[in-house]
């Protein structure tokens, strides 16, 4: 027996998090992995897991273990998809985190196109608004609104981003002209409460200069489709991404105000871990969405 089957075999029974399950999940029998992972530990000369009869748990040793086991699998899986690679059509699970935001706007679409495109992945989507950590959580890649920072992961821009200002012609006839960020301190506003600025809006003048005004309305919402609605409701002004309310600009339900004062160099990108080797349908994957931000955005 050697020691890759016994290091998967641990690796499913601390994903399944039980014997059991595992054995349920891959179809062999519980002895059979206990087996495994009692001879892993008899070749390292470590206990790797707690066992009793209500609980499961890992040791000290079987965290560290089942850390860098879990990235060695994973480079060897990744090189033999590398191999593979033209020779075959591309299958497996990709597990991707990304804003509810971009699920519910017209560019989650993108997530849809490459699924009819490559029926034999499946998109394994975790929408959330929260930066997962990749490494720890499992994810292969993670789509970010963002500006970018240095985060020691791969980044690749799919387009520009920026949150404007959005509000219906009917509350600039009601409030009249806003010129100048100072003005909405006498304007109702819409907040999304998942904005890194919340209530406090950003702004940068032609000149450079930053400068920062608080504003107030009748809703505060962790949604920027809710905002865009409230919006088109005649509630006041928004800050929301561009990708979200722009398409309501077309018909003139919405315009943009303060352009000149809104910050620039924000994008989405395609983020995935530093590895050696990219498995291929990862890099499929975010080829896939380079390619179908130029034509569509």
Not at 16 to 28: D, F, Q
Not at 122 to 139: K, N, W, Y
Not at 216 to 229: F, Y
Request: glycine share 8%; hydrophobic share 40%.
């Amino acid at each position: 027996m050697d020691t890759l089957t016994r290091m998967r075999a641990f690796i499913d029974v601390v994903d399944a998090e039980g014997y059991s399950a595992a054995a349920r999940k891959l179809g062999r029998s519980k002895a059979l992995l206990s087996k495994y992972v009692k001879e892993l530990e008899d070749e390292l000369g470590a206990l790797l897991l707690n066992r009793t009869t209500r609980q499961f748990s890992l040791t000290e040793a079987g965290h560290t273990y089942y850390r860098q086991a879990s990235d060695i699998l994973k480079e060897i899986d990744n090189l033999a998809d590398l191999v593979r690679e033209g020779a075959t059509d591309l299958k497996g699970r990709i597990k991707v985190s990304v804003p509810r935001s971009f699920v519910d706007a017209e560019i989650g679409r993108a997530l849809v196109d490459f699924s009819l495109e490559h029926p034999d992945i499946t998109l394994d989507i975790v929408a959330e608004d929260r930066f997962v950590d990749l490494i720890e959580e499992g994810f292969d890649v993670a789509i970010r609104i963002t500006k970018l920072e240095d985060s020691g992961m791969i980044a690749r821009k799919l387009c520009d981003f920026g949150q404007f200002c959005f509000v219906s012609p009917a509350v600039i006839e009601k409030y009249g002209p806003i010129n100048t960020p100072a003005d909405l301190a006498n304007v109702p506003c819409i907040v999304d409460t998942n904005s890194r600025y919340n209530n406090n809006w950003r702004f940068e003048g032609p000149d450079g200069t930053s400068q920062t005004v608080t504003v107030h309305g009748p809703i505060e919402v962790n949604s920027p489709i809710a905002c865009t609605r409230a919006a088109l409701a005649g509630l006041g002004v928004a800050l929301i991404p561009d990708f979200v309310a722009k398409p309501r600009t077309e018909c003139g339900e919405l315009v943009t105000i303060l352009d000149d004062y809104i910050p620039r160099g924000g994008g989405i990108y395609a983020i995935y871990p530093h590895r050696r080797y990219l498995p291929a349908k990862v890099r499929r994957f975010v080829d896939f969405l380079s390619g179908w931000f130029k034509k569509n955005v």
